[in-house]
């Protein structure tokens, strides 16, 4: 019995010590698929953040635009343009 102890306790340690390895290559995997994706999101928030400035660069613009266009109607609202006065002018009769 005692013999038969030994042996299973050998047998044991060196699975432990098999299982322990497996573990190892398996926390290595992991890890080396963790600084892949860390990678991958590195480069997708350095893209976004280039999108982003695209972004807000063409709305800025179309915000100057819009704003630009609203002040332009505004001013030919408030003075009138040459034609404009030309026409609220009664035509002048010249006498024969």
């Not at 060196?14 to 892949?36: G, H, I, M, N, P």
């Not at 408030?78 to 010249?94: G, L």
């Amino acid at each position: 019995l005692s013999l038969l102890q030994k042996r299973m306790h050998k047998v044991l340690v060196k699975y432990l010590e098999q299982r322990s390895l497996r573990f190892l290559v398996d926390l290595e995997e992991c890890q080396t698929v963790a600084r892949k994706t860390s990678q991958k999101i590195t480069t997708a928030q350095g893209k976004l953040s280039k999108e982003i400035q695209l972004l807000s660069a063409f709305l800025q613009s179309v915000r100057e635009s819009s704003t630009t266009t609203k002040n332009a109607e505004k001013s030919k609202q408030t003075s009138p343009d040459a034609s404009e006065v030309n026409e609220q002018k009664p035509p002048v009769q010249v006498a024969v």
